[in-house]
């Protein structure tokens, strides 16, 4: 009976046992064991953290083992104290593995966890050292970049500055010299200017010797190719005067106007010539002779246009002669005109030989108002179309202000010239001339 309840006791036992391991191994199929075989998954995929610990686990398991087959075979022998004794030694050793299992498991966990952190945290901080050293790499790259630019372009800036500074030296001396010439030849055109007035008839001498007179006088450069000239003949009591247009302006044409003044001079006053037609005729050969030789290597087409006047002061008869130039008649609105020859004095591009020049003669009567004038103001360019002011618009101007004062004429032609021209350059020089009787 005792054998009985001993035996019977020891199934309970088992079967407790057993019941109680079923319900282990269903939970740690369910949580435990999945649990553990995660970890035991990750602590063998962590590279075999801690190698002596899984040898043990292996020999505690084979020993667990023979602990539930001494049991077995024990029970099996009817000899229950020792089977219930290998029994709970097989609980015991069980539950300290399970136990230490867990704690070296999850202490291998959290190293492992610790391991990762520290890897990450040291990849993360050499991350940073690297993408900090590519940013100092990038700043130095782009600083010695920048740096290379900068003095590349300073150099280059260096080199036009020099080649600049030499040019403007250069140009700086060139002007000097230009601006040395050009105040040289000013001195010499205004000195030049000086024999050319001294050359001509004096104002003052014109004053004396006309009742009333104008002349509009504006040479296109500081000297003159167009002058003027007046003899009083006190003796006969006859007047001389001429405006004459000579070939260009400026210095070429102030030195043929001193040759016309010095060849009128030479004329009337040396020779006494008296014959309108006989003091052109002498001008004429002269310049053919001495300025257009036709043996010169040099061969030139210089010459002069003359509206030539001679007025005797007792009877008022006027004779005039003209080359390429007209004398115009004011006798209150009604203008007379006494042509000149179609001919320049010193050259004839057809090649004629004029013996003589035409002659007209014409009774004055008081007041009358004798004109002569060059081209100069008839071809300037301006007014709204931009065209030539021409003879015809000067002859109806003059009809305009023959009933004003001989000063006020000169004023209005002044101021008409001035606005026609506007902003547009003096093309030639401009020689208007008026007595009145």
Not at 370 to 379: L, Q
Not at 410 to 431: A, C, M, V, Y
């Amino acid at each position: 009976m005792k054998k009985l309840v001993y035996k019977t006791l020891i199934l309970l036992i088992l079967l407790a046992s057993l019941k109680s391991q079923c319900k282990k191994v269903t939970t740690v199929n369910n949580t435990t064991q999945l649990e553990f075989l995660k970890k035991d998954s990750i602590l063998k995929e962590s590279h075999a953290l801690d190698s002596s610990y899984f040898l043990a686990k292996s020999e505690l398991i084979k020993r667990i083992e023979n602990l539930k087959t001494f049991s077995e075979l024990y029970a099996q022998k009817g000899a229950y104290d020792s089977a219930f004794h290998y029994l709970l030694e097989h609980e015991k050793l069980k539950n300290a593995l399970l136990t230490t299992g867990d704690v070296r498991l999850f202490s291998a966990i959290k190293k492992k966890e610790h391991s990762d952190a520290k890897a990450a945290k040291l990849k993360e901080i050499k991350l940073k050292k690297e993408e900090k050293a590519n940013d100092v790499l990038t700043f130095i790259l782009y600083l010695v970049l920048g740096t290379s630019v900068f003095v590349i372009i300073l150099l280059v800036l260096k080199k036009r500055n020099k080649a600049s500074r030499e040019i403007n030296e250069h140009l700086e001396r060139k002007n000097r010299l230009i601006e040395k010439k050009n105040n040289e030849i000013l001195d010499s055109i205004l000195y030049a200017k000086k024999i050319q007035d001294a050359i001509l008839t004096s104002r003052t001498y014109i004053e004396n010797i006309f009742k009333e007179h104008l002349i509009l006088y504006n040479p296109k450069d500081i000297i003159s190719g167009d002058f003027y000239w007046a003899y009083n003949n006190e003796r006969s009591r006859t007047l001389y005067w001429a405006t004459v247009d000579c070939t260009g302006h400026g210095v070429p044409g102030a030195l043929m106007s001193m040759i016309g003044t010095v060849l009128l001079n030479e004329s009337v006053i040396i020779k006494k010539e008296t014959n309108p037609d006989k003091i052109l005729t002498q001008m004429n050969k002269y310049l053919k002779r001495y300025i257009n030789k036709t043996d010169s290597l040099y061969q030139t087409q210089d010459g002069m246009d003359i509206s030539f006047c001679k007025l005797n002061s007792d009877n008022l008869t006027l004779e005039t002669a003209g080359a390429s130039q007209s004398i115009y008649i004011l006798r209150g609105r009604e203008l007379k005109e006494l042509k000149g020859d179609k001919i320049t004095l010193g050259q004839d591009p057809l090649g004629r030989e004029i013996k003589e020049f035409s002659v007209h003669t014409y009774h004055l009567k008081q007041n009358d108002l004798i004109y002569t004038f060059t081209d100069g103001f008839t071809d300037q360019i301006g007014g709204p179309q931009n065209k030539k002011f021409k003879i015809g618009t000067l002859k109806s101007l003059l009809i305009e202000i023959s009933h004003l004062p001989i000063v006020e004429q000169k004023e209005h032609l002044q101021n008409t010239f001035r606005k026609w021209k506007g902003s547009t350059p003096q093309i030639d020089d401009i020689l208007i001339m008026g007595v009145r009787v």
